[in-house]
């Protein structure tokens, strides 16, 4: 099974750096969960996960990366090392050279166009940098935010998927957007 490669350096533009995760994160990450109690519902979490859970996924991250199962980065401000959030290369399915992409922003975050670069660059990197030959996001269709970065950041949409997700223990539509080599820009 193919790897996934950590960023040999931070993905940069004006906006936004992307860096891989790092412990140092875990504070900030903690502080986005309890400045936005819905959080951990948006992520598909039962809860919000505690420093030790945290520091445990941080533990296991270079295995999963080596194991090609997931990837995390996390999203500062230029010049900074604050995490203002994280994305996701998650559910990779190598038979099929596919990923998801998820991505969270903290409260203080939003609303300064951050995650459609965020998400653009770690989508480009990830089809340059590995076997992957498309990503996609799966969001509910009332989750105009995700779906506004995801086309910010190059993806297509694809159609709306019924009864695709669980949310809050309920079935729930998913709308699915898409990004393939032929669709980066250059």
Same mark, same amino acid.
């Given at each position: 099974m193919p790897r996934i490669p950590a960023p040999a350096e931070p993905l940069t533009d004006e906006r936004v750096i992307v860096r891989l995760s790092a412990e140092r994160d875990i504070p900030e990450i903690l502080i986005a969960y309890q400045d936005d109690p819905?959080? /951990?519902l948006l992520l598909g979490e039962q809860r919000p996960p505690s420093g030790a859970e945290l520091g445990r996924r941080e533990e296991r991250a270079a295995t999963?990366?080596?194991?090609?199962?997931?990837?995390?980065?996390?999203?500062?401000?230029?010049?900074?090392?604050?995490?203002?959030?994280?994305?996701y290369v998650r559910d990779v399915?190598?038979?099929?050279?596919?990923?998801?992409?998820?991505i969270w922003l903290a409260p203080q975050a939003r609303g300064r166009r951050m995650a459609g670069p965020a998400l653009r660059m770690a989508a480009n990197w990830v089809l340059e940098n590995t076997e992957l030959e498309r990503v996609q996001v799966t969001t509910t269709p009332d989750n105009e935010p995700m779906i506004r970065a995801? /086309?910010?950041?190059?993806?297509?949409?694809?159609?709306?998927?019924?009864?695709?997700?669980?949310?809050?223990?309920?079935?729930?539509?998913?709308?699915?957007?898409?990004l393939l080599p032929g669709d980066r820009e250059g």
């Open positions: 819905q959080l /951990h999963e990366r080596a194991a090609g199962t997931r990837l995390t980065l996390t999203i500062t401000d230029p010049g900074s090392e604050v995490c203002r959030g994280q994305v399915d190598w038979d099929n050279d596919r990923a998801e992409l998820g995801a /086309h910010a950041a190059g993806f297509v949409d694809e159609g709306v998927l019924r009864g695709y997700l669980r949310v809050g223990g309920r079935r729930a539509d998913a709308a699915i957007l898409s």
